[in-house]
């Protein structure tokens, strides 16, 4: 099992920067898959970046460019990169963890951006 726990986010103006942190109660040296997701009121959980054990990283396309995702293995933390935030980026953000085909997520954190 995977605990996750986010913090980090917060109300910001809109071309304003955020840093969301995903701290884990266990290492995530062996975790296939880290990532971020987004759930805005009324609206789907939507992908917003995802890191893998080696390396790889995938952005949604409306984030690509201001959002940048990383781990540290050694603190067993992902870290998400918010800039340039715009009023649509307002929701609440899920840290999740895929390992051995389950999908592990934190409580989330409320992101919001004013126009």
């Known amino acids: 099992q995977v605990q996750l726990v986010e913090s980090g986010g917060g109300l910001v103006q809109a071309g304003g920067s955020l840093a969301l942190s995903c701290a884990a109660a266990r290492s995530i040296f062996d975790i296939n898959r880290m990532g971020w997701y987004r759930q805005a009121p009324g609206k789907q959980r939507d992908l917003v970046a995802t890191i893998t054990r080696g390396g790889s990283i995938n952005y949604a396309d409306s984030v690509k460019g201001r959002f940048a995702i990383s781990r540290d293995n050694a603190k067993n933390t992902v870290y998400l990169q918010m800039n340039n935030l715009k009023p649509e980026d307002t929701a609440v953000y899920y840290c999740?963890?895929?390992?051995?085909?389950?999908?592990?997520w934190g409580q989330g954190t409320q992101v919001t951006v004013s126009s």
């Open positions: 999740n963890a895929l390992l051995g085909g389950w999908n592990y």
